[in-house]
């Protein structure tokens, strides 16, 4: 069974910059579309960057087009998502998340996810 391990969280100031990874066992990564989503306290998970299997194609939610960027290295089995101008209201804990076999970039049917990483954005 496949698994994802996110790391790269923590506390950072508003304005302030993290990197999250997320580390894919097994051989098939390159197969499959990942994404990033979220969910802060209270509210629903949501999708924010998702890319495809070459990386060729990414998407983003408009909360964080401009601020976030997706990539992968399909040799190290590692999905990254860089966060700039962080504010406040990105604090969530940040999910890795795999998307369909050979598709895409998808905002739905993520079928395998991570343990999750804990960001918190101070004011």
């Known amino acids: 069974q496949v698994q994802l391990v996110e790391s790269g969280g923590g506390l950072v100031q508003t304005g302030g910059s993290l990197r999250l990874s997320c580390v894919a066992s097994g051989r098939t990564f390159s197969m499959y579309s990942m994404g990033w989503f979220r969910q802060a306290p209270g509210k629903e998970r949501e999708f924010i960057a998702g890319?495809?299997?070459?990386?060729?194609?990414?998407d983003y939610a408009d909360s964080v087009k401009g601020r976030f960027t997706i990539s992968r290295d399909n040799v190290k089995n590692t999905v990254y998502l860089q966060m700039n101008s962080l504010k406040p209201e990105d604090t969530a804990v940040y999910y890795c998340?795999?998307?369909?076999w050979g598709a895409g970039v998808v905002r739905a049917e993520y079928d395998i996810w991570g343990q999750g990483t804990q960001v918190t954005v101070s004011s």
């Open positions: 998340a795999r998307g369909p």
């Open positions: 890319i495809s299997r070459s990386g060729s194609d990414t």
